[in-house]
């Protein structure tokens, strides 16, 4: 059984995905035992709370610096013995100490086709709105492990949306969340608890 905890900010779509799918039985032996969130406002706290998980508020601001910070975050992991950790939607970047401890072993969904529309200031409906910007046809959701850049780890699974022609940003961002983040997300972490994902000279790579 893989013990996760997740990582969120806001309204917890991608969270929800996850607990639907362990919930429906697509994704199979993994257990949610924590979910994070930096702000106490955020709905996916309430989405949490409504599945019987566990739920933490751990706010940078409430620490003496990052360090600090980080050895917070360490401690409700290592309580919720989570394995694999999954951030949905985070968006404080997570101190090296942290990051260094869990490497190969903290995932993040980003709502590009990384390397395009990614690194800092690109999260959120921001990344459509640059997405529509520069009118590329394509675009779609990445699943990738984190490292000490910014959506610079090893990318493990990819889907692609294609650009319809009256696409908002908020309509687009709709349908990457729909059609690729809540798809890939749960794909990934249902891998993950199966031994399939593998990680040889910093690329990743699933085991169909
Ligand atoms: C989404 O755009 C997602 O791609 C990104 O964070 C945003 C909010 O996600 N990772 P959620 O609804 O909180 O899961």
């Not at 968006?91 to 990384?114: E, M, Q, T």
Request: aromatic letters at 6%.
């Amino acid at each position: 059984m893989l013990n996760i905890a997740v990582l969120v900010s806001g309204g917890g779509t991608n969270l929800q995905a996850v607990i639907d799918a362990i919930d429906k039985g697509t994704v199979t032996d993994a257990k949610i035992t924590l979910v994070i969130s930096n702000r106490t406002d955020a709905y996916a706290l309430t989405r949490a709370a409504k599945a019987g998980i566990e739920t933490a508020c751990i706010r940078p601001k409430d620490y003496f610096d990052r360090e600090e910070y980080g050895r917070a975050m360490t401690e409700a992991i290592e309580d919720a013995k989570a394995e694999l950790i999954v951030l949905a939607g985070f968006l404080v970047v997570l101190p090296g100490n942290f990051v260094s401890k869990y490497k190969g072993r903290i995932i993040n969904i980003h709502p590009s086709l990384i390397p395009s529309f990614c690194g800092d200031g690109f999260y959120g409906l921001k990344v459509h709105e640059k997405v529509l910007e520069r009118g590329v046809k394509v675009t779609g959701a990445t699943v990738h492990f984190v490292d000490e850049g910014t959506d610079t780890g090893p990318i493990i699974m990819q889907k692609a949306v294609y650009i319809k022609n009256d696409d908002t940003p908020d309509i687009l961002q709709k349908r990457v969340m729909e059609e690729a983040e809540w798809v890939i997300l749960p794909k990934v972490i249902d891998a993950i608890a199966h031994g399939r994902v593998v990680l040889k000279d910093n690329k990743a790579s699933v085991i169909e």
